[in-house]
């Protein structure tokens, strides 16, 4: 397999774990747990921290 295929698949996950982390940052209130380590968990476990953070942590 070409690594270079993977680049895209590289590029969107960090775009999302960027995107994640940013509205971490920038949200007014996060649910459930403390805003740091909703970031831990985002950048540590990409895709899944994001989700879990859009899904359960971040106050709609």
């Known amino acids: 397999m070409n ?3 993977l680049l ?3 590029i ?12 971490v ?9 403390p805003r ?3 970031a831990i968990i985002c950048i540590g476990s990409i895709p899944l921290g994001g989700v879990v953070y859009l899904l359960v942590g971040k106050k709609r």
């Open 3 to 5: 690594p270079a295929a």
């Open 8 to 10: 895209p698949v590289l």
């Open 12 to 23: 969107l996950a960090v775009g999302f774990a960027v995107y994640c982390l940013v509205d």
């Open 25 to 33: 940052i920038r949200a007014g209130e996060v649910r459930y747990l």
């Open 36 to 38: 740091w380590l909703w």
